[in-house]
C-alpha cells in the first residue's frame, strides 16, 4: 500500500454520507482521507477526477462477527496469515474492517487466535480487533459450538481477555455463566461485552446491563422466544433503548417480518448488521470444510451440514446489504447505516469510520443500483 496515495474527487455517483443522500456533489479524498464534499464543477486543482457514472457511494462495512472467508476459518487457521486471508476475501465485497471472530475453543486455541488478529492487525488496519463468542455460554443454546470446550471463566481468561493498544477486543458471553463482577472486571479493561447463546433471565440480564454488558450477538438466534410473560434476552434488548444488537440479515437466520419489527424497535441506532460467515464467504471458489467434526457445505445463501440442516452462514456483509434492502424491504438509507455508521458507533469509531464526511478515512464502496458493491477503496487506495 503506498504510503501516499494520490488525491483523487469521485463524481458521478449519488453520495450516502452515512446522515442522507446528496446528489451532484464529487467526493474528495485526500491520502487516506475524505477532505471534502464539494459541486462536481468546482473540483480543486490537484485532485484527479475518477467517475463512478450512475453509481452510489458509501462508506466501507463493518463487519463485528466474521468466522472466516476465503476459506479459510479462524478457528481452524489461527494465524495472522490466515485472518488476512479472512479479511481480503470480505473487503472485495465492500467490508473494509472487520472483527475476526473466534468461537468456543480450547484455552490454547483462543489465545492463538487473539495473537493471530493482533499480528495481522500490523499489517492489515481492516482487522480493528478480534471477537471471542464463548466458551463462556450456555451449552443449551450452543448452537454449532462445540460443547466439550464451554466453561466457566477463570481469572487466567480474565488476564487474557484485553484490547492490544487501539485495537476493540469484544466478548460475547452467558451472562448467567458469567458473574456481574466479572463483567465489570471485563469492562474496567477495555472489553466490549455482548450476551448471547444463553438462557439467562431477565434478572440476570439486567445484572449484566448494570455490570457494564451492552450488547446482544445474532439476535434471535441462540436465545429463547419472548413469551407473554417472560421477555428473556430477545425482549429486553428490544426494549432496551441503551442497548445495542447486532442481527444476521442474510434473509435465512431470522424471518423478515422479525428483522422488520427489530429495526422498528431499535429506532434510536443501536441496531447493526453483521455477517456471521463462515470460511465459504467471499471465496471464488467456496469449498466444503470440516467444523468441530462436522462437514459442512456451502451453497448460495447459507452453509449446510451433510443432513442439508443449516449450519452457518455464507453470505459477506456487503452481500447482505442488498439482500436487506430487495428481499426484506428495509429502507435503504437504514441497511446502509446498520452496516457501516451504526457498528461504527458501536465500537467506538464512530468518529473516523462509517461516514463519507471530512475528516474519516477513505474507506468507500461503490454500488450499483441494486446495491451490489463493484469498486471498493480502503484508506483511499482502491482495491
Not at 156 to 163: I, Q, T
Not at 258 to 280: E, I
Request: charged share 20%.
Amino acid at each position: 500500500m503506498p504510503a501516499n496515495p494520490p488525491s483523487f474527487a469521485l463524481t458521478g455517483a449519488i453520495l450516502f454520507t452515512g446522515e442522507a443522500f446528496v446528489e451532484n456533489q464529487a467526493l474528495l479524498v485526500q491520502g487516506d482521507t475524505i477532505l471534502d464534499l464539494c459541486p462536481a464543477s468546482k473540483i480543486p486543482d490537484g485532485f484527479e477526477p475518477v467517475a463512478v457514472d450512475h453509481g452510489i457511494l458509501t462508506a466501507g462495512y463493518i463487519d463485528c462477527q466474521v468466522n472466516g472467508g476465503g476459506n479459510v476459518l479462524l478457528n481452524n487457521d489461527p494465524t495472522a496469515e490466515g485472518v488476512l486471508k479472512i479479511a481480503a476475501a470480505h473487503r472485495k465485497t465492500g467490508t473494509t474492517s472487520l472483527l475476526p471472530t473466534c468461537i468456543t475453543d480450547g484455552p490454547d486455541k483462543i489465545k492463538a487466535a487473539i495473537e493471530a488478529v493482533a499480528a495481522a492487525r500490523q499489517a492489515d488496519p481492516s482487522v480493528l480487533g478480534i471477537h471471542v463468542e464463548g466458551p463462556h455460554i450456555n451449552e443449551a443454546y450452543q448452537g454449532t459450538h462445540n460443547a466439550a470446550f464451554v466453561r466457566p471463566m477463570t481469572d487466567e481468561d480474565l488476564a487474557l481477555y484485553h484490547p492490544v493498544k487501539d485495537s476493540v477486543f469484544l466478548l460475547t458471553l452467558a451472562p448467567e455463566k458469567v458473574s456481574p463482577a466479572q463483567i465489570k472486571q471485563l469492562v474496567a479493561q477495555g472489553v466490549i461485552v455482548s450476551m448471547g447463546h444463553t438462557n439467562a433471565t431477565a434478572e440476570q440480564v439486567y445484572a449484566a446491563l448494570g455490570a457494564g454488558a451492552r450488547a446482544v450477538t445474532h439476535l434471535f438466534n441462540r436465545m429463547p422466544p419472548i413469551t407473554s410473560r417472560t421477555p428473556s434476552l430477545t425482549g429486553i434488548a428490544l426494549d432496551c433503548v441503551d442497548c445495542w444488537a447486532g442481527l444476521i440479515a442474510d434473509d435465512v437466520h431470522v424471518a423478515q417480518e422479525l428483522v422488520r419489527l427489530a429495526v422498528r424497535a431499535k429506532q434510536g441506532d443501536k441496531l447493526f448488521m453483521v455477517s456471521d460467515s463462515l470460511s465459504p464467504a467471499g471465496a471464488d471458489d467456496p469449498q466444503p470444510f470440516d467444523w468441530n467434526g462436522i462437514k459442512v457445505f456451502p451453497n448460495e445463501k447459507v452453509c449446510v451440514n451433510e443432513q442439508g440442516v443449516i449450519a452457518g452462514a455464507i453470505l459477506t456483509l456487503g452481500q447482505c446489504v442488498p439482500v436487506a434492502i430487495r428481499d426484506i424491504r428495509l429502507d435503504p438509507a437504514q441497511v446502509l447505516r446498520m452496516a457501516s455508521t451504526i457498528p461504527a458507533a458501536f465500537l467506538g469509531k464512530g468518529d473516523s469510520l462509517g461516514k463519507l464526511l471530512p475528516g474519516y478515512k477513505a474507506d468507500i464502496v461503490a454500488l450499483d443500483h441494486g446495491f451490489n458493491a463493484k469498486r471498493v477503496w480502503k484508506n483511499g487506495v482502491e482495491q
